[in-house]
C-alpha cells in the first residue's frame, strides 16, 4: 500500500539546497526569497491524504491564517479549537488512525507539546523523529517536522524513510545529546487505514516523557487557540543528508548505525557470532513486517552472520502484512509453528511493532517474558561485557512475576517494583541504581538506553547461549535455551505466570467490574480466605518514585496471598477502542519435581479464582480470553 497525501503537494517546493552527508554544497536557504504566501492555500489542501475522506485533512485550512517571520523562516500562525479525548495513555496518543487524521487533531497534540516545554528545551534545540512505518506516518512526519521548525527547533534529526524503532530514537537522543525525540508508532497495535496510529515524546536523557509532562501536555490541548506551522515545503526523507531552511534544518539519518554502534559497545559481537556462524546453531528472527526489519539484516545477517533466510516477514510494511505486531504466542503464530515443528531452529524471537518488544523461544520451548528477564540478569555479568562489573540493580513491574525479585536477592542487588509502562524505570536508571529491568508484556531492556530493546534483548540471550556453548566443539550437543531455563528454574524455583487479556470489552462493564474490585480490596483483611489461599494483602498498587517523589496511584488491583501467589486486575492503557482487562496470575513452585507442569495447568485453581472474584464474566459478558500468554 502507497503512501500518498504529503507525497502529492501541489506546492512546488522551492529549490533548497540538500547538503550531502560529506556536505559539499553551499549552507542557508531563504524561504522568504523564493516562495509567496498565495502559495499558502495550496500546502494545507495538500495536506489532504489522497485515501481519506476531505473533512479529515491533518490540519486546517484556514483563511483566517496570519503570517510572522522568525528570522528568515515564514511561521504560519494557525488558528485552532481544543480537541477531547487527548489524554496520553500508558505509552503516548494511541488512537484509530482516521481519529488522528482529523482536522488539527495531531497538530494540536503537537503544538500542545511545544506549549507544555520550557523554551530552554526546544528553542534553536535538537530534536529526533522516526517511527515504525506505519500507514500515515509519512504524511505526520511531514507536519511534525513543519510545526518543531514553527516553533523555534533548531534541527530535527529524521530516520530515513520516517523509520527509527523506539530503542534507535532512544539511543539517537542519548548519542547525539537531543533535547528529545518524536516516535510515530501505536506499537503493538495493528496499523493501516483502520487500525491505529500514536504518538510518543521522549525526553533529554531518552526517557518518554514523565506524567508530569504528559498530563501538562493534556491541559494544554484543553486550551489550546493556535498552530505555529513554518511555511516549509515537504522533506525528502529518502535519501540521508541535510536540508536547511533558515535557521532550522532537517537531517536524514541512516536509522540502524547509532543504534548498531551502541549494540557493538554493549554486546561481544564475536562471541554471538561464533554462535550464529555454527552449522549446528539455527535462528529465526520474525520482525512481523515491522520496524525491526529495517534493523535485523543489517545486525543479524550482516554484522553476526546469520543466514538470509533466517530472517522473516523482513520488510517493514504499512499494515504490517495485515497482521497484528505483537510478538506473543498468538499473534506471532507464523514463528511459533516454525518453532515447535518437527526439527525446528534452536532459538527465534520475534519483535512489535515499534522494535521494543520481544519474543524468545527455544526448539519447542517458550521463555515467559518475566523469566527472561530474570535469567538474562542473572548471567549478565559473565555473558555481556557491558555488565563485567555486574548489573548495578533490578527491576520489574509490578504485575511481572517474582521471578526477578530472587535473582536480586541471590546477588544483593539493589530492586525496584514500579509500575506499568516503561517511563518508571528511566528516573531510576538515571540515578545510578538499575541496570536491567524488565516487563510480563514482552519487554525487557537495561540502562544503555532508557526504552525497553527488543533487539538487545535478543542479542542478550544469543551472548548467553554463545557463553554457554563457546567451548562446544562440532556434533557436541550445545546447551539449549530450554536447559539454561531449567537450570534456573532449580537454582531459584519457578515462578508460573500467565497473562489473560480481555480485549475491547464495552467500558462500561470493565470500568464497573474494577470499580467492584476496589470496593471489595477495601473490604479485605489479611487472613481473609480465597478458596485455598489466605489473603495477605489487597491493594489498589501506589508507587511513589524514589528520586523525584512523584506518586502514581490506581496501577493495578492485586491480591496477594500467603504463599506469595497473586493475581492482578488491570485496564490497558494503551488500547485505542473500548476497554482491554487483563489478568496477572502467578504462583511460586519451590519444588524441581513439579517444574515441567504446563502454566495453564499448574495456575487452574487461581485463573479459576481470579474469574469469581472479579465476576468478569458478569461484567464483561466475556466466556474466554483474547489472548492467553
Ligand atoms: C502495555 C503493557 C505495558 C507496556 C505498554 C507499552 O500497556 O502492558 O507493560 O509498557 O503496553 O508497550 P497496557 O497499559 O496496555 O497494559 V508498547 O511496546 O505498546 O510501547
Ligand atoms: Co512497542
Not at 481519506?52 to 483566517?64: G, M, Q, R, V
Not at 484509530?96 to 495531531?106: A, C, R, S
Not at 527472561?372 to 555488565?387: C, D, M
Not at 536508571?429 to 544503555?448: Q, Y
Amino acid at each position: 500500500m502507497a503512501t500518498t497525501g504529503a507525497a502529492t503537494s501541489l506546492l512546488s517546493p522551492p529549490s533548497l539546497h540538500r547538503l550531502t552527508a560529506t556536505g559539499t554544497t553551499s549552507a542557508s536557504f531563504s524561504f522568504l526569497r523564493t516562495s509567496s504566501p498565495s502559495s499558502f492555500p495550496l500546502l494545507f489542501s495538500s495536506r489532504i491524504p489522497s485515501k481519506i475522506p476531505s473533512e479529515s485533512s491533518a490540519i486546517k485550512s484556514s483563511s483566517s491564517t496570519t503570517f510572522t517571520e522568525s528570522q528568515d523562516l515564514k511561521v504560519n500562525t494557525i488558528p485552532t479549537k481544543p480537541i477531547e479525548g487527548q489524554k496520553t495513555g500508558t505509552s503516548g496518543l494511541r488512537k484509530k488512525v482516521k481519529v488522528f487524521m482529523q482536522e488539527n487533531y495531531l497538530a494540536n497534540w503537537i503544538q500542545a507539546l511545544f506549549n507544555s516545554l520550557p523554551p530552554e528545551d526546544y528553542k534553536n534545540a535538537l530534536l529526533v523523529l522516526g517511527g515504525d512505518g506505519r500507514y500515515f506516518n509519512k504524511e505526520a512526519a511531514q507536519l511534525i517536522i513543519k510545526i518543531a521548525a514553527g516553533n523555534g527547533v533548531g534541527k530535527i534529526l529524521v530516520g530515513k524513510e520516517g523509520i527509527l524503532s523506539t530503542p534507535a530514537v532512544s539511543a539517537i537522543i542519548r548519542k547525539r545529546k537531543a533535547n528529545g525525540g518524536f516516535i510515530m508508532s501505536a506499537s503493538h497495535n495493528p496499523g493501516g487505514p483502520e487500525y491505529d496510529w500514536g504518538i510518543k515524546f521522549n525526553y533529554s536523557s531518552g526517557q518518554p516523557a514523565p506524567e508530569s509532562i504528559t498530563d501538562k501536555i493534556y491541559g494544554n490541548t484543553l486550551s489550546i487557540s493556535e498552530i505555529k506551522l513554518a511555511d516549509i515545503p515537504d522533506v525528502d526523507l529518502s535519501s540521508v543528508g541535510v536540508s536547511k531552511y533558515g535557521n532550522f534544518s532537517v537531517e536524514i539519518v541512516d536509522p540502524v548505525s547509532d543504534y548498531l554502534d551502541i549494540m557493538e559497545e554493549v554486546f561481544d559481537f564475536s562471541l554471538i557470532k561464533s554462535l550464529v556462524s555454527r552449522p549446528d546453531f539455527r535462528l529465526t528472527f520474525d520482525a512481523m513486517h515491522a520496524v525491526t526489519g529495517a534493523y535485523a539484516n543489517p545486525i543479524f545477517v550482516d554484522k553476526l552472520g546469520a543466514s538470509q533466510d533466517s530472517i522473516c516477514n523482513g520488510v517493514p510494511l504499512e499494515d504490517f502484512g495485515h497482521g497484528h505486531p505483537d510478538p506473543n504466542l498468538t499473534y506471532a503464530k507464523d514463528l511459533v509453528n516454525i518453532m515447535y515443528s518437527d526439527n525446528g531452529p534452536d532459538f527465534g524471537a520475534a519483535s512489535d511493532g515499534d522494535g521494543d518488544r520481544n519474543m524468545i523461544l527455544g526448539r519447542q520451548f517458550f521463555v515467559t517474558p518475566s523469566d527472561s528477564v530474570a535469567i538474562i540478569a542473572a548471567n549478565a555479568q559473565e555473558s555481556i561485557p557491558y555488565f563485567k562489573s555486574g548489573p548495578k540493580g533490578l527491576a520489574r513491574s509490578m504485575p511481572t512475576s517474582g521471578a526477578l525479585d530472587r535473582v536480586a536477592e541471590k546477588l544483593s542487588l539493589p530492586f525496584f517494583e514500579v509500575p506499568t509502562g516503561w517511563k518508571f524505570f528511566g528516573n531510576l536508571m538515571d540515578a545510578g541504581t538499575l541496570s536491567i529491568c524488565g516487563e510480563e508484556s514482552f519487554g525487557t531492556g537495561s540502562d544503555h538506553i532508557r526504552e525497553k530493546d527488543g533487539i538487545w534483548a535478543v542479542l542478550a540471550w544469543l551472548s548467553i547461549i554463545a557463553y554457554r556453548n563457546k567451548n562446544k566443539k562440532p556434533g557436541e550437543k550445545l546447551v539449549s535455551v530450554a536447559d539454561i531455563v531449567k537450570e534456573h528454574w532449580t537454582t531459584y524455583g519457578r515462578n508460573y505466570f500467565s497473562r489473560y487479556d480481555y480485549e475491547e470489552c464495552e467500558s462500561e462493564g470493565a470500568n464497573e467490574m474494577i470499580n467492584y474490585l476496589r470496593d471489595l480490596i477495601s473490604k479485605s483483611k489479611q487472613g481473609d480466605k480465597y478458596g485455598n489461599y489466605t489473603l495477605q494483602l489487597a491493594d489498589d498498587f501506589k508507587y511513589t518514585d524514589p528520586v523525584d517523589g512523584s506518586v502514581s496511584t490506581k496501577q493495578g488491583v492485586r491480591f496477594v496471598f500467603t504463599d506469595g501467589s497473586r493475581i492482578i486486575f488491570r485496564l490497558s492503557g494503551t488500547g485505542s477502542a473500548g476497554a482491554t482487562v487483563r489478568i496477572y496470575i502467578e504462583q511460586f513452585e519451590p519444588d524441581v519435581s513439579k517444574h515441567d507442569l504446563d502454566a495453564q495447568v499448574a495456575l487452574k485453581p487461581l485463573i479459576d479464582l481470579a474469574l469469581t472474584v472479579s465476576k468478569l464474566k458478569d461484567f464483561t459478558g466475556r466466556e474466554k480470553a483474547t489472548v492467553i500468554t
